[in-house]
T-cell receptor, first 109, second 114 residues
Framework: RKEVEQDPGPFNVPEGATVAFNCTYSNSASQSFFWYRQDCRKEPKLLMSVYSSGNEDGRFTAQLNRASQYISLLIRDSKLSDSATYLCVVNRGYSTLTFGKGTMLLVSP | EPEVTQTPSHQVTQMGQEVILRCVPISNHLYFYWYRQILGQKVEFLVSFYNNEISEKSEIFDDQFSVERPDGSNFTLKIRSTKLEDSAMYFC????????????FGSGTRLTVV
């Protein structure tokens, strides 16, 4: 099983749609979970941390299920500017992160 | 907003040559990292650095690689004898406190080995 596995994508959605990304991780000792966003040939940028109780930031909602080692990201009311690759990221050790390969989102007018 | 600065943005080098990639982390951050991303693949951890020494490194970070913090601001990655497969985007990152709050990444150096 891969350390961090994501939907392969790409997801093509119209503006205004709701889209969900799924992610599973293999290391049950992981304690920190994140969603990053990466635009084409740019650096990853932290979108949000993911907490056990679930958390929301505007149109973005993240959920964590430790029992099933599953993380999700929901984007509501998609904008053209949301087009990017979404990276599921989990801590691997004391200070390191393991990245999923990412799921590309394309939002069309 | 504070940022991590990397130079150069693009470097082309011949196989077998040494390269040094430079980074200026955010000034009050304590943890420094190098990651790389081969085109079309996932971001991979190389090395983390804290308190002037390597704290963790991956299997990719072999004897060809070294890191240094030569002064109070710069953080460098040296590749001694580059191979074609070292061609990738190299990202520097820094964080205030371990991994708990995520990192800030620099904009990367695209290394092309020919």
């Amino acid at each position: 099983r891969k350390e961090v596995e994501q939907d392969p994508g790409p997801f093509n959605v119209p503006e205004g749609a709701t889209v969900a990304f799924n992610c599973t991780y293999s290391n049950s000792a992981s304690q920190s979970f994140f969603w990053y966003r990466q635009d084409c040939r740019k650096e990853p940028k932290l979108l949000m941390s993911v907490y056990s109780s679930g958390n929301e930031d505007g149109r973005f909602t993240a959920q964590l299920n430790r029992a099933s080692q599953y993380i999700s990201l929901l984007i509501r009311d998609s904008k053209l500017s949301d087009s990017a690759t979404y990276l599921c990221v989990v801590n691997r050790g004391y200070s390191t992160l393991t990245f999923g390969k990412g799921t590309m989102l394309l939002v069309s007018p | 907003e504070p940022e991590v600065t990397q130079t150069p943005s693009h470097q082309v080098t011949q196989m077998g040559q040494e390269v040094i990639l430079r980074c200026v982390p955010i000034s009050n951050h304590l943890y420094f990292y190098w990651y790389r991303q081969i085109l079309g693949q996932k971001v991979e951890f190389l090395v983390s650095f804290y308190n002037n020494e390597i704290s963790e490194k991956s299997e990719i970070f072999d004897d060809q690689f070294s890191v240094e913090r030569p002064d109070g601001s710069n953080f460098t990655l040296k590749i001694r004898s580059t191979k074609l497969e070292d061609s990738a985007m190299y990202f520097c990152a820094s964080s205030l406190d371990r991994v708990d709050y995520g990192y800030t990444f620099g904009s990367g150096t695209r290394l092309t080995v020919v």
